[in-house]
């Protein structure tokens, strides 16, 4: 029997745990949570797209379903907004905490174990056969093996519940703007009874007026929110080579933001972990945790460089270019369910259409050229 620890209860360990419980294999499985318990003061938006639910085979029930979104608005500097509508709807709000703690019930009816608390895991982990770190960019599993904190590509967000009384309540608004939220963005997901996740992430070295743009931010949405807002890292890096290495010996993988699987551009992590989930299910299945990386390179690794590099462009981007993608998005028509690929694509439009948005963008030049 393969004894497997997962450092992490939230999304990624779960399905992690889930995938293998559920796999036929002789496993044992323990995820170890740093929270009192599963679910808890969870700060995500929440939104999985439809795309990503059918490309993993999701089934998501609808008790866990806060709303479903039928297009995405995009606010620029001035608050003048443009709408990508899609055939199909877009994708999903979810009750993330409600949803985590029905994955963590599943955990336990196939077998697994699950400890909330864990403040110090180390005594557990000498048990292990298979670590596996979920727990997050600046958890401990990436400590355990002296990764690097990419602290140039880490994202700080803030979230909170509330109403907007501008906001769409069918629709994921995002906001743009170098006084709305520099080199990041803030963003509206509609919620039942007309209330939002109201949020707002820039990079890091930003962290000193987070909250100064969040109440801002607040005002220009006439905005209003009910108790205390949270904050958490988001990797936004560049994809590393490799998710498997040791701890004192026994072999170690990273999935989800632990693994830096995250989308570069928007941030987006739910899909990712999940799909990073099975494929480290699928290479242990296999007898060999060296097939994870080949499984999550092919799914992930090509996709997170090009996102990597649209967040670049973006974060290069003033007001004007804001305004300019605004007035284009308003006769656009994506061939994509993607909220990054779509906006690569207008990027691309605009430039090819206003060629001194491409003279001031050396790198979306040499990225093209």
């Not at 494929?279 to 097939?291: D, M, T, V």
Request: glycine letters at 10%.
């Amino acid at each position: 029997m393969t004894k497997v620890v997962c450092l992490g209860g939230s999304i990624a360990g779960l399905h992690v745990a889930k995938f293998l419980l559920s796999s036929g294999l002789d496993v044992d499985v323990e995820v170890l949570e740093r929270k009192p318990k599963i679910g808890y003061r969870i700060v995500c938006a929440g939104g999985i797209s439809s795309f990503m639910i059918r490309k993993l085979k999701l089934y998501i029930p609808n008790e866990f379903v806060a709303s479903k979104v039928k297009r995405v608005r995009f606010y620029g500097p001035t608050f003048d907004f443009a709408e990508l509508n899609f055939e199909k709807e877009y994708g999903l709000v979810l009750w993330r905490a409600r949803w985590e703690s029905w994955l963590g019930e599943q955990v336990r009816e196939l077998g697994g174990r699950i400890y909330t608390g864990v403040r110090n895991p180390y005594e557990r982990l000498k048990e292990a056969d298979v670590i596996v770190g979920t727990d997050g960019i600046a958890g401990i599993s990436r400590r355990l093996v002296g990764k690097p904190f990419p602290e140039e590509d880490v994202h700080i967000a803030v979230q909170a519940v509330g109403k907007a009384r501008v906001a769409d309540e069918e629709a994921i608004s995002l906001y743009f703007g170098r006084q709305t939220a520099p080199e990041g963005y803030a963003w509206t997901f509609p919620l039942p009874g007309s209330q939002f996740r109201i949020g707002l992430g820039v990079p890091l070295r930003y962290s000193s007026k987070l909250f100064s743009f969040f109440k801002k931010f607040l005002v220009n949405i006439d905005g209003e929110i009910k108790g205390k807002p949270g904050a958490k890292l988001i990797p936004t890096a560049y994809p590393e080579k490799t998710l498997v290495s040791t701890f004192m010996g026994t072999p170690i993988a990273f999935v989800g933001d632990a693994g830096l699987q995250t989308d570069p551009s928007t941030g987006g992590g739910i899909g990712p972990a999940i799909l990073g989930a099975k494929c480290l299910a699928e290479a242990l299945s296999r007898g060999e945790l060296k097939h994870y990386d080949r499984l999550w390179r092919k799914e992930l690794y090509r996709r997170n460089r090009q996102r990597y590099k649209l967040k670049q462009v973006l974060c290069e981007m003033n007001d004007g270019d804001w305004e300019l993608i605004i007035e284009e998005l308003r006769d656009f028509e994506p061939f994509t369910e993607s909220i990054g690929w779509a906006l690569l694509q207008l990027i691309l439009k605009v430039a090819f259409s206003n060629p001194s948005f491409l003279v001031r963008h050396k790198l979306l030049r040499r990225i093209l050229f």
